[in-house]
T-cell receptor
Framework: EAAVTQSPRSKVAVTGGKVTLSCHQT?????MYWYRQDTGHGLRLIHY???????EKGDIPDGYKASRPSQENFSLILELASLSQTAVYFC?????????????FGHGTKLSVL | AQSVTQPDARVTVSEGASLQLRCKYS??????LFWYVQYPRQGLQLLLK??????VVQGVNGFEAEFSKSNSSFHLRKASVHWSDWAVYFC????????????FGQGTKLSIKP
């Protein structure tokens, strides 16, 4: 079974601080994604990447940066964390191409910004 | 704009009863539709997916969904629910051929009465 591992599982950050969320996949997938889930809402795409050393903006990229240093690793960076960024963050990976079958999600990182 | 609406935030059914979770979509073009399930403290997992073709698609654990172009719907059904189906269910539509760029509905939390 494909595996996507996120760290940390939960984090408390202070307003204005820097936060880095990490994601590691052992699926040998080319595509990786960061989604945000707010209570009572569906997931929204923040950033994604098709290949190492390249990232793309999703639907809600403001306030976030992404880094894809290798095929296996994809980080989400909050340079100046804000209260509104309190949410659960999910990383996912998928195989390349239209024949791709599904997204594989990590367990999520619960971020609380105080 | 493309969107997905799940009109029922919460649904409660008795174990052994039938289930329908509703999903309406707004999408220009050919939709590729998905149902994902999120069990407690886990990431999302694919239940089933629809590609243009047979409107009724079968998924895992006895779930099925029916696509209706005329109603812009993709409702999820199960003939007999089990307590292990207690979870949050998300409907999603693909924004393009890259299935990772999904638009999610708000989710429906399913509770099971013994």
């Amino acid at each position: 079974e494909a595996a996507v591992t996120q760290s940390p599982r939960s984090k408390v950050a202070v307003t204005g601080g820097k936060v880095t969320l990490s994601c590691h996949q052992t699926n040998n997938h080319d595509y990786m994604y960061w989604y945000r889930q707010d209570t009572g809402h569906g997931l929204r795409l923040i950033h994604y990447s098709y290949v190492a050393d390249s990232t793309e903006k999703g639907d809600i990229p403001d306030g976030y940066k992404a880094s894809r240093p290798s095929q296996e690793n994809f980080s989400l960076i909050l340079e100046l964390a804000s209260l509104s960024q309190t949410a659960v963050y999910f990383c996912a990976s998928s195989d390349a191409g239209f024949s791709n079958e599904r997204l594989f999600f990590g367990h999520g990182t619960k971020l609380s910004v105080l | 704009a493309q969107s997905v609406t799940q009109p029922d935030a919460r649904v409660t059914v008795s174990e052994g009863a039938s289930l329908q979770l509703r999903c309406k979509y707004s999408y220009f073009g050919t939709p590729y539709l998905f149902w994902y399930v999120q069990y407690p403290r886990q990431g999302l997992q694919l239940l089933l997916k629809y590609y243009p073709g047979d409107p009724v698609v079968q998924g895992v654990n006895g779930f099925e969904a029916e696509f209706s172009k005329s109603n812009s719907s993709f409702h999820l059904r199960k003939a007999s629910v089990h307590w292990s189906d207690w979870a949050v269910y998300f409907c999603a539509v693909s924004m393009d051929y890259n299935q990772g760029k999904l638009i999610f509905g708000q989710g429906t939390k399913l509770s099971i009465k013994p």
